[in-house]
């Protein structure tokens, strides 16, 4: 399992919209909980094959503005093979970090 977690000079929904148009991977969920005011939580998760380990992974992708900024976490999981050893040739944190360098002309602080 792989974590990265960002700040990002968009509201959450042009953080989304951002997300969807960059990544190729398939989007198998998406959901905006408008909480109160102007603050949201949002859920998108990805999946992804990944040859060089033959295995699916899956990216879990959180946006909310419950700080007064705009914050965006991923979560990568599903990525190594095997029940003993959690291995996995790179392909979670690759996955995980994909959504941050995505953003890397957004991120601020």
Known sequence: MSMYNFKVNKTPLE????LKR???EELVYEKVHDVAGNMRSIIVIYEKYF???SSRASLVV???NFNKVT????ISSGSS???IFN????????????VKHLFED????
């Open 51 to 53: 040859m060089r380990n």
């Open 22 to 24: 960059g990544m190729d």
């Open 87 to 98: 291995f996995d040739w790179g392909a979670g944190d690759e996955f995980a970090h994909s």
């Open 81 to 83: 093979q095997g029940m």
């Open 106 to 109: 957004s991120i601020i602080d």
């Open 15 to 18: 953080a989304l919209e951002y």
């Open 62 to 64: 959180t946006i909310n």
């Open 71 to 74: 914050e965006i976490e991923t």
